[in-house]
């Protein structure tokens, strides 16, 4: 089983549509959260990091379960410019110096 | 500003060479970090360094090998043991070992000719 886990995508939706990504993880003990955007080519940017209690950006919320060990990502109103690929990732348990895992990632198409 | 910079952009190496990319970071991040992206993979991680001077394996380092001289920079050789070199690296940093995310330089594209 991979550490990480998410949808394997694509999506293709329409502009104005609400869209959510699910991905899993597989260690209890991880500590921290992140969803990261990367552009066709480019380097991965974050987006936002993840909370217990849920965290809101503007058209992003993102959720953490962790007697699940379930992280989503919801995107509201979707526009062009959210186009790219989402990329889960989840930092292992304390002291560990191995830092972020990342999953494949969800490619996400917004149509016009 | 500050951030990471990689170079070159794109690199075109031949069978049997050794080729070296540049990290280099201005954000004072103690700890410092390479991967390599395949396509319609996640990133997979080659070394990372947490303090100059000191380095670890990640899950993919054989055939590279790395040096960590000064906070700064975190240069990755990607030797000819290495037998699939092609990819899009990666190099990123963050503050230390804490809860921080990364920041990551544009990348660089190696492709064997």
């Known amino acids: 089983r991979k550490e990480v886990e998410q949808d394997p995508g694509p999506f293709n939706v329409p502009e104005g549509a609400t869209v959510a990504f699910n991905c899993t993880y597989s260690?209890?003990?991880?500590?921290?959260f992140f969803w990261y955007r990367q552009d066709c080519r480019k380097e991965p940017k974050l987006l936002m990091s993840v909370y217990s209690s849920g965290n809101e950006d503007g058209r992003f919320t993102a959720q953490l379960n962790r007697a699940s060990q379930y992280i989503s990502l919801l995107i509201r109103d979707s526009k062009l410019s959210d186009s790219a690929t989402y990329l889960c990732?989840?930092?292992?348990?304390?002291?560990?110096?191995?830092?972020?895992?990342f999953g494949s990632g969800t490619q996400l198409t917004v149509l016009p | 500003d500050g951030g990471i910079t990689q170079s070159p952009k794109y690199l075109f190496r031949k069978e049997g060479q050794n080729v070296t990319l540049s990290c280099e970071q201005n954000l004072n991040h103690d700890a410092m970090y390479w991967y390599r992206q395949d396509p319609g993979q996640g990133l997979r991680l080659i070394y990372y360094s947490q303090i100059v001077n000191d380095f670890q394996k990640g899950d993919i380092a054989e055939g590279y090998s790395v040096s960590r001289e000064k906070k700064e920079s975190f240069p990755l050789t990607v030797t000819s043991a290495q037998k699939n070199p092609t990819a899009f690296y990666l190099c990123?940093?963050?503050?230390?070992?804490?809860?921080?995310?990364?920041?990551f330089g544009s990348g660089t594209r190696l492709t064997v000719v």
């Open positions: 990123a940093s963050s503050p230390g070992t804490g809860i921080w995310g990364y920041t």
């Open positions: 260690n209890s003990a991880s500590q921290s």
């Open positions: 990732v989840v930092k292992g348990s304390s002291g560990s110096a191995r830092q972020l895992t």
